[in-house]
């Protein structure tokens, strides 16, 4: 969606959103519609019950002067960003379909101008809501269609214009996200995952390599690798490094799942709803999408990040539960599931950063449990960290940008549990406690001295229902997260 910007919405408008604040629709300035159209509007709105809360809109047609316009009151509630951004989503979803292609949202109806990052958060929520991959609809209905290209702003600050740009990089790297992690597994493997990026990522200023398997054999990635062995298709390490400081190491690592496919291997899942599993990649389509946003607003940040790219299939050559593999590290895994493969991907490509980069904090991203879904549903994703300063810096930023997260914890009785009686480790602990089990795995292979944590965002990165920023689908989860942290922690 194109987001444009002007003093005041034009004398020919005919399709205009007004926002109403909480309680404020007697305060509401109507600006160009006439008595009478107030009058209809006001009338609409009692009616509706509409009192200006958060997504709430009221729709209708009012007299002008040049003819008859679409009125919507948009109700922005108290007028925080979430509330803004709430009301943004609910403007594009009621419009997208509509037949309107374009939309004036005057914000000089407000009887106080309302923040800069507000207006920005409005009209990022419009432009995301926007997102949809029709590409395998041959038959869609005209009237299901997306028509609404354009929102433009009115009555806004310069500086609203300013705050805008940033989260246009943000909303251009949601799209990549949601992109890759919508397409088909016939279509998005590890080889297309890799090619699409680098596409998409040209020009932009980062510095991207490419692990094949014959190299990550030769470093002995031997977790990774078994994973893969069973695939036709070959797994890949996808390096994107961001200098934005200049040269020298980066100060942070993004690492993210990136099972392009997951039958389960051997240990396979039941047949209902495996279709899902094209998603267990949504932890590196967040980095890739996170990278492509702090590159597109040139932040001032040293960050990489690393996305492990493997399928797990069943096949003659596949991993069995009983093998034990050699990680980059040189510790030993005993293979008591190969459903627990995420695990095994992170863990080299956490160690191949820690050599080659020396980061001073790593976050990394997973669709990793469905512990993490029966314990959070789809309302947070879960973090584990070894630093509290971390884990408070990572809160603050799921508060902040709407990508929530929760704590759990990480302690020698749960390290205990993946303990192997024939290697150094299991790949699964028991039944209990499985998100902190596979997260005390990951901590086993964190440097001293490095800043860890882990998200599990298994229930985060698709949608069986509509979000305030998002249709049924590839949310996204995970960018506007990463990219608030990085704007917070690493920049200034």
Excluded at 36 to 42: F, H, P, T, W
Excluded at 130 to 156: F, M, S
Excluded at 273 to 293: L, N, T
Excluded at 392 to 403: C, E, F, H, V
Aim: charged letters at 20%; one cysteine or more.
């Amino acid at each position: 969606m194109k987001i444009e910007f002007s003093l005041a919405p034009a004398a020919d408008v005919t399709v205009l959103g007004l926002p109403v604040e909480k309680e404020g629709l007697e305060r509401a300035r109507f600006g160009a519609i006439g008595v009478a159209g107030q009058g209809l509007a006001m009338g609409a709105a009692h009616a509706a019950r509409f009192d200006g809360e958060a997504g709430a809109i009221v729709d209708l047609m009012v007299p002008t002067d040049t003819g008859v316009a679409q009125l919507l009151l948009i109700g922005t509630g108290s007028g925080s960003e979430v509330d803004f951004e709430r009301a943004g989503g609910a403007l594009t979803a009621k419009l997208l379909t509509s037949g309107a292609t374009a939309v004036t949202v005057d914000f000089g109806a407000l009887p106080t101008p309302p923040a800069a990052q507000a207006i920005a958060r409005f009209a990022a929520a419009a432009a995301s809501r926007a997102w949809r991959i029709d590409t395998y609809r041959t038959r869609l209905p005209e009237k299901q269609r997306p028509t609404l290209t354009t929102l433009n702003v009115a009555g806004a600050s310069d500086a609203a214009a300013a705050a805008w740009a940033a989260q246009e990089a943000v909303v251009n790297g949601l799209a990549l996200t949601r992109t890759l992690v919508a397409e088909p597994p016939n279509v998005m493997y590890p080889g297309s995952f890799v090619e699409r990026v680098t596409a998409d990522l040209a020009g932009l200023g980062l510095e991207i390599s490419v692990l094949g398997e014959a190299e990550m054999a030769e470093l002995g990635m031997g977790a990774l690798l078994g994973v893969s062995q069973g695939s036709v298709r070959e797994g890949q390490l996808l390096v994107l490094k961001w200098s934005g400081k200049g040269p020298g190491d980066p100060d942070l690592a993004l690492v993210g799942k990136g099972v392009t496919f997951d039958t389960g291997g051997i240990s396979l899942k039941p047949g209902p709803g495996m279709e899902d599993m094209k998603w267990d990649m949504g932890g590196a389509g967040a980095v890739a999408g996170a990278m492509k946003a702090l590159a597109l607003r040139r932040a001032k940040a040293n960050v990489i990040g690393v996305c492990g790219l493997v399928e797990n299939m069943p096949d003659g050559n596949a991993q069995r539960p009983g093998d034990i593999v050699t990680s980059m590290s040189g510790q030993t895994i005993e293979i008591l599931n190969t459903d627990a493969e995420g695990r095994l991907v992170l863990c080299d490509a956490l160690t191949w950063v820690q050599q080659n980069h020396r980061p001073r904090t790593i976050v990394d991203l997973a669709t990793l449990t469905g512990a993490m879904i029966i314990a959070l549903g789809n309302e947070h994703g879960g973090m584990f960290a070894n630093d509290d300063s971390l884990a408070d810096q990572l809160l603050a930023a799921g508060r902040a940008s709407g990508d929530l997260l929760w704590r759990f914890p990480l302690s020698d009785a749960y390290n205990k549990l993946i303990d192997s009686p024939i290697a150094d480790m299991k790949n699964v602990g028991p039944r209990g406690a499985g998100s902190i089990t596979a997260a005390q795995f990951l901590q086993r292979f964190i440097d001293k001295g490095v800043r860890w944590a882990h998200l599990d965002i298994a229930g985060m990165v698709w949608a069986d229902k509509p979000g305030a920023t998002f249709d049924k689908g590839a949310t996204g989860y995970g960018v506007r997260l990463l990219d608030r942290f990085v704007a917070d922690n690493f920049e200034g």
